[in-house]
């Protein structure tokens, strides 16, 4: 069996993987909203990213120069006074500030063994159209896990057959995240009930009704909130703006007990008739709509179990961490605004973020199908006015649950 080149096949069934995985309906892409547009070059960094006001956005500057490494910049918002009648208005200028935020990105790979000459009775178009399906479902779950620990500040310590992501303390987890994970910003972390702290978290202090009406409260009264999502085909984004509370199934179940079922149907209702004329499919299955906040559930949950070492941000300007002890079982909800995540890609070796190739192995008896990507994530945070720093898109709430 010949050796296979780097054909034209091949690049085209690499575009070809890329937007088959883009279309799936994955956490990453639903959050992503539209096709990357141009955005003003900054220095020698040019930025080619997603719609602004979308939860996560996608940079591809990358994929045509060269580089590990993405920046974004953030102004800040002028609040000084104004310069009323004849006063000299020369020497009274604000001065413009700003903030970066940078993430790198690294390369992936995942193989499938084909089989031997017995079992490739098909041609080798037909044996990339399976990986495409097979590596292309593989990549975006991968994607969705590293997104949401990202998000969530944390790996937590739940695990499945389901679960590609290894647990924090593996040797490998670093290097697969590519960029650190950092835990909620101090403003940026609410607890279940009465609780004041992760570690003063008990059995009563689950997740309700209540509490999404506190962390709405939190949104209208912080100096600087996160911002609402604003997708583009939005018609009532500027009447009706809106943020995505991701709860796990157990906290859906706390939260359904807590409000009752008659309630909960308002709160469905709610949801369509805010996601009308609007087809996206964040409005899609079980959703409630209370104050605003778009509540779904996110399946593979963040959780620490009774007993759990915790990384949590103090109170202070520098997010400076300390380690605490979950005293009871928790699940993490978190709450998405816009710009919340950053999601960056780099040219795979093929001019574009993912590559594909086979190649025989065992003597010409097998063949071997390789997906290559080049990308990272991370959480977007930025140093506010204050010199505070801060997550600048999402919040984090942590409730106790009960495993059964």
């Known amino acids: 069996m010949p050796a296979f080149t780097k054909t034209q096949s091949e690049k085209l069934y690499g575009a070809a993987l890329l937007v088959h995985t883009r279309r799936q309906n994955s956490f990453v892409n639903m959050m992503t909203g539209s096709a990357p547009k141009h955005v003003t070059k900054d220095k020698n960094k040019g930025k080619g990213q997603s719609e602004k006001g979308a939860p996560i956005i996608r940079i591809t500057d990358l994929e045509s120069v060269a580089g590990d490494t993405v920046e974004m910049n953030l102004f800040h918002n002028l609040n000084g006074l104004p310069t009323m009648g004849d006063k000299k208005l020369e020497g009274r200028g604000e001065t413009l500030s700003q903030t970066a935020f940078e993430l790198s990105i690294d390369q992936g790979r995942k193989n499938v063994d084909s089989g031997g000459k017995m079992e490739q009775k098909r041609t080798r178009h037909q044996l990339v159209g399976v990986a495409k399906s097979l590596l292309g479902h593989y990549y975006n779950n991968l994607q969705d896990e590293k997104a949401m620990y990202h998000l969530a500040g944390a790996r937590g310590s739940f695990i499945d057959e389901g679960i590609i992501m290894p647990l924090e303390d593996h040797k490998e987890f670093a290097e697969i995240m590519v960029n650190s994970i950092m835990p909620p910003t101090y403003q940026r972390h609410l607890f279940g009930g009465d609780a004041s702290s992760f570690e003063t978290i008990d059995a009563a202090d689950i997740m309700t009704l209540e509490k999404v009406d506190d962390l709405a409260l939190t949104l209208e009264e912080q100096a600087n909130p996160i911002k ?86 103090n109170n202070d300007l520098a997010a400076t961490t300390k380690e605490v002890t979950a005293a009871v079982d928790i699940d993490r909800a978190i709450l998405l605004g816009g710009q919340a995540l950053a999601y960056a890609h780099g040219n795979s070796g093929t001019g574009g973020h993912f590559s594909l190739s086979t190649k025989p192995t065992d003597h010409g008896n097998g063949r071997e199908t390789v997906i290559i990507w080049m990308d990272g994530c991370k959480k977007v945070r930025f140093e506010e006015k204050s010199g505070r720093m801060n997550d600048f898109g999402n919040m984090v709430l942590d409730t106790a649950v009960t495993l059964h």
């Open 228 to 313: 609402n999502i604003e997708f583009e085909a939005d018609q009532m984004a500027n009447e009706s703006p809106f943020y995505i509370l991701f709860v796990t199934p157990r906290q859906w179940d706390d939260l359904w007990a807590s409000a009752g079922e008659r309630k909960i149907q308002e709160l469905m209702a709610r949801a369509i008739r805010r996601g009308q004329g609007f087809s996206h499919p964040v409005f899609k299955g079980d959703v409630i709509m209370w104050r605003n906040i778009l509540v779904r559930k996110y399946k593979k949950p963040v959780r620490f179990y009774a007993g759990d070492t915790v990384t949590v941000s």
